[in-house]
Structure formats: C-alpha cells, structure tokens
C-alpha cells in the first residue's frame, strides 16, 4: 500500500535523483520512493575486480558502465588526474606512480571513500581499489560504516606472457582514461585521441617489455624494472587479498548453483548481503566479457540497461530482421 507520510527525523531514507518529484511534494513523501538500496541492499552491485596490471580491469569495467547503469571508479586514473591537475595528493603521487610503487593505503582510502561517499546509492565498480589486505580492511570498514559491503570480487585470471605483449602496445588518453592498443584496438589516426583528437601517451609506468617474467632476473632497463615491480607487487598484495575476500565470501552466502532440472535460461538469485567470489579466465577482454556479462546479470537481476545499450540492441536485431527479410525475398525470387 503506498502511504503518504512525514519522514521521521531520523530517517535513514535518501533521495538520490528524481530532485523535481520531491521539490513537488514537499515535506512529504512516498514509501515508495525508497532508494533501491534499502528495498533490497543484496541486489546493489558493489564490485572489485582484480587483475595484473594490463588484465583489462579498465576495459572490462568500461564495458559494463556502457551497457549498465553502472559507475566506475578507478583509482589509478584518479591519481593520474590528480597528477595532471598538480593537486596536493598528485604531487605526492607522480613520483610514486612514476616508480610503480603503492601509495599508503590511508592516503589511498582518503581519495576512494571521498568519492565513494557520493555515490553509495548507485551500484559501482572499484578498479584498482583495495591493492593490499590493509586497504580491503580499510575499504570493508568504510563501507559497513555507510551500511553498503561489497557484493562481488573478481579475479581476472590472464596469463603472464599475454600481459607482457599487451602492455607493450598499449597507449593511453590521459584526461580521459581512454586506453588504445596497437593490435586489437588502434586509434583512428596513429597517436592521437579518437574523441579530442588529442595526443595519445604511454603511461610512465607502462614498458615494452618483450621478455619472459623467468628472465626478469637478468640486466633490465630502468623502465622493464618498474614493470615488472609492479607485477611482483601485484603477485605479492594480490595473493593475500583473494584469501581475504575468499574467507569473507565463505562467511556469507555463495550464488547458489541453478538447479538441476532448471531452465536453462532459468535465472537463480543469490540473498541479500552474499558476498561472491569469481575468477574469470581468458587471453583476451572479448572472451572474458560474455563470463562478466553473465555473472552480474544472474547475480544482480535489478541492474538495468543504460538507453544506449538497448538503442543500440534494438537497431541490430532490426537489422538482423531486414537481412533476413532480404535473404527471404531473395530465396523466393530464385526458387
Ligand atoms: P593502475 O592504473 O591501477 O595500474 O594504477 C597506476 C598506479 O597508481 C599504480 O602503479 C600505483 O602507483 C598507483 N595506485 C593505483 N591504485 C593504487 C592503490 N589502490 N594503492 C596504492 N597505489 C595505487
């Protein structure tokens, strides 16, 4: 029944959008208008993706903020913009970053809980974010304080020699983010930004390193050595927080198998407040999407499609009904 009621002083209730409905109603409000987070705070995607540097964690994240309702936050590009904008924390942080090395992690959480405070309503992606078992503490301790834990980890599982070559091609539109690849995803015109039209850069801390991880032991050059810094580091802070959130899934509930005799197409749900766990394998982005893609879709039905997604859905399977259509015509002017 939808009721018309004064908030209570102490209400917890927030109203993140929809600012002209409640300028209309004045001090009353809908019980209606509760926030998808306090319906149903399980069906919130809040997710972690770990990977190696050059996994495509940015690619992978790009694409569900595309196709879903989705924000994205990733911390190397906040520090990157920190860096670009000459702000306190970015002059802390070009020398860092410029290195490989980690941040402190209270610095880190600093930069990630300012924003993540604007945004505990929506469903949202931390790329980058937690990096070592102190800053999942940090995060986990943040976010129970706004009533809002974590919903999915992933692990995208890459192999070493994939990485290498990929980040060897790999150029950067710093103000945006935007990542190119010289094999599989070039620029339009060579070296410069599709959308701006500006310069494209390697990123300081991104090397071509052509090499085996088994002969990083012999003579590097300054830049291999960052590289494969980071990678050590991401071996030794990652391993750690997979254990972590790995006993933190356990101790919530898992996405239940679908059942036996199911539908194939039958979606199962997991309860509110689960925590999962998922590693995700592949050599290339376009072949761990469609796992991604199927992952959040079963396990958060109340994810919905951006408008541009489903234009743009829309325009292919009318086009797939006009080829088809066409092949008909044809099929029947030859018989
Ligand atoms: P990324 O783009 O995620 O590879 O991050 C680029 C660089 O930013 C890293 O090599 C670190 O120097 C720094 N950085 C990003 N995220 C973190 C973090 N969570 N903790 C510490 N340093 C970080």
Same mark, same amino acid.
């Not at 925590?275 to 290339?284: H, I, K, M, P």
């Not at 893609?293 to 743009?312: I, M, N, Y």
């Given at each position: 029944m939808n009721v018309l009621r004064r908030p209570q002083p102490n209400s917890r209730r927030c109203f993140s959008s929809s600012s002209a409905s409640h300028r209309t109603l004045g001090p009353f409000t809908l019980?209606? /208008? #509760?926030?998808a987070q306090e319906r149903d705070p399980g069906k919130i995607l809040r997710l972690v993706i770990f990977g190696k !540097? @050059?996994? @495509?964690k940015g690619t992978l994240s790009a694409r569900l903020v595309k196709k879903y309702d989705i924000v994205s936050l990733s911390t190397g590009d906040l520090l990157r913009q920190h860096i670009a904008e000459r702000t306190q924390v970015g002059l802390e942080a070009e020398e860092i970053v410029a290195q490989g090395k980690l941040l402190p992690d209270e610095v880190m959480l600093r930069i990630v809980a300012s924003k993540l405070d604007h945004i505990r309503n929506k469903h949202w992606i931390l790329d980058g /974010? !937690? #990096? &070592?078992v102190g800053q999942g503490e940090l995060l986990d301790a943040h976010l129970k304080k706004q009533g809002t834990p974590l919903s999915l980890v992933v692990n995208l599982d890459v192999p070493d020699e994939v990485i290498l070559s990929r980040i060897s091609d790999r150029w950067v539109?710093? !103000?945006?983010g935007r990542v190119y690849n010289l094999s599989y995803n070039p620029p339009?015109? +060579? @070296? /410069? +930004? +599709?959308? &701006?039209g500006e310069p494209l850069t390697k990123r300081p801390d991104d090397n071509p390193v052509r090499v085996n991880l088994q002969i990083l032991s012999f003579r590097l050059t300054h830049e291999q050595e960052i590289f494969a810094r980071r990678l050590t580091q991401f071996y030794a802070s990652t391993a750690p927080l997979i254990a972590y959130y790995s006993r933190a899934a356990q101790m919530r509930t898992r996405l239940p198998p679908p059942p036996r005799r199911a539908h194939p197409h039958q979606l199962t749900f997991p309860r509110a407040h689960t925590l999962l766990l998922e590693t995700l394998s592949g050599t290339t982005s376009d072949e761990i999407w469609p796992q991604l893609d199927d992952l959040v879709r079963r396990a958060f039905p109340a994810l919905k499609e951006t408008t541009t997604s489903l234009e743009t859905r829309r325009r292919h399977s009318l086009g797939d009904a006009v080829l088809a259509a066409g092949m008909a015509a044809v099929s029947r002017s030859e018989s």
């Amino acid at each position: 029944m939808n009721v018309l009621r004064r908030p209570q002083p102490n209400s917890r209730r927030c109203f993140s959008s929809s600012s002209a409905s409640h300028r209309t109603l004045g001090p009353f409000t809908l019980n209606t /208008f #509760r926030t998808a987070q306090e319906r149903d705070p399980g069906k919130i995607l809040r997710l972690v993706i770990f990977g190696k !540097p @050059g996994a @495509g964690k940015g690619t992978l994240s790009a694409r569900l903020v595309k196709k879903y309702d989705i924000v994205s936050l990733s911390t190397g590009d906040l520090l990157r913009q920190h860096i670009a904008e000459r702000t306190q924390v970015g002059l802390e942080a070009e020398e860092i970053v410029a290195q490989g090395k980690l941040l402190p992690d209270e610095v880190m959480l600093r930069i990630v809980a300012s924003k993540l405070d604007h945004i505990r309503n929506k469903h949202w992606i931390l790329d980058g /974010f !937690p #990096r &070592t078992v102190g800053q999942g503490e940090l995060l986990d301790a943040h976010l129970k304080k706004q009533g809002t834990p974590l919903s999915l980890v992933v692990n995208l599982d890459v192999p070493d020699e994939v990485i290498l070559s990929r980040i060897s091609d790999r150029w950067v539109h710093l !103000p945006s983010g935007r990542v190119y690849n010289l094999s599989y995803n070039p620029p339009k015109v +060579d @070296g /410069f +930004d +599709d959308e &701006t039209g500006e310069p494209l850069t390697k990123r300081p801390d991104d090397n071509p390193v052509r090499v085996n991880l088994q002969i990083l032991s012999f003579r590097l050059t300054h830049e291999q050595e960052i590289f494969a810094r980071r990678l050590t580091q991401f071996y030794a802070s990652t391993a750690p927080l997979i254990a972590y959130y790995s006993r933190a899934a356990q101790m919530r509930t898992r996405l239940p198998p679908p059942p036996r005799r199911a539908h194939p197409h039958q979606l199962t749900f997991p309860r509110a407040h689960t925590l999962l766990l998922e590693t995700l394998s592949g050599t290339t982005s376009d072949e761990i999407w469609p796992q991604l893609d199927d992952l959040v879709r079963r396990a958060f039905p109340a994810l919905k499609e951006t408008t541009t997604s489903l234009e743009t859905r829309r325009r292919h399977s009318l086009g797939d009904a006009v080829l088809a259509a066409g092949m008909a015509a044809v099929s029947r002017s030859e018989s």
